[in-house]
């Protein structure tokens, strides 16, 4: 029986791209020797995006979209294509071509060596020196904060056997860290280098704002690190605190011997109190925010709303509930 392939691709105010995207996906998928599906999903786009895509269907059924009511973020465009996937493997790629479609097929070949989690590592990307530090760091902190082997340098570009899919559409959390996800699911797991591009054509999507959103779902998601540094940062506080309380009781015991020393007690007056109310009381509110970020994690969980609402769809076939 032959094997389906399932594309998935994210969109949000792709006009631009798009063509390149059809040109340079459709000529790849052609070469698969396999029965293909095209999943764009438009998170909520404000441009033409979603027409496009409806022009694009209208010529070859195989691109099937899925159109938000709104712009619900990356990683729920992203669950929704998963969720509507029919493929034995399913690839995710940016509509943007900084991951070229043609490492395509070398995922195909570790998924048919039997590999069922095959994800792309950066080995080199053309982006701003800046965003390329900070990726670089957070993937190697991300690492070290939780107990799972975190890919370094992976993005969302990647390769899900059916299986995995299975079990990542079961899973309800909302903020969800889809890389992440994917590696706390196990099964057999692989990668392969490739040269990230510049953006194809129009502007980046992706602000830096939304990529420390993701950053932090990642962390809070899959890690109970920061409660525990905010643990030992009130516990560093509090014994720099009593060593200080220490050494002013020993000036002043001891003024004279302190005064020979060449460290004479001096006033302990309205500055080293206000210094010492300021420092505590900002180490209590980093405290309190990483308190926050769990509990806000918590509320939007209990609240049971759906992940995305869907304004429109085209030749999409809604999957069967087991």
Known sequence: MQKKISVIVPCFNEEAVLPKLFARLGAVAATWQADYEIICVDDGS??????ILQAQNAKDPRWRGLSFARNFGHQTAVSAGLHFASGDAVVVIDADLQDPPEEIARLLAKWREGFEVVFATRKKRKDPLLKTFLAWGFYRLLSKMTPLPMARDAGDFCLLDKKVVAVMKALPERNRYLRGLRTWCGFRQTSVEFDRAERAAGEAQY?????????????FSFSIMP???????????SAACFVGVMVTL???????????????PGPHGVTTMVISILFL???QLICLGILGEYIGRIYEEVKGRPLWILRDSTNVVPPEKS
Not at 207 to 219: E, H, N, Q, V
Not at 250 to 264: R, S, V
């Open 281 to 283: 009381g900002g180490v």
């Open 207 to 219: 602000t830096f704002r939304k990529s420390l959103r993701l950053a932090m779902d990642g962390m």
């Open 46 to 51: 404000r441009d033409h995006t979603w027409e």
């Open 227 to 237: 409660l525990r540094l905010a643990t030992w940062l009130g516990l560093a506080v």
């Open 250 to 264: 020993l000036e002043k015991i001891f003024a004279e011997e302190f005064t020979k020393l060449g460290y004479p």
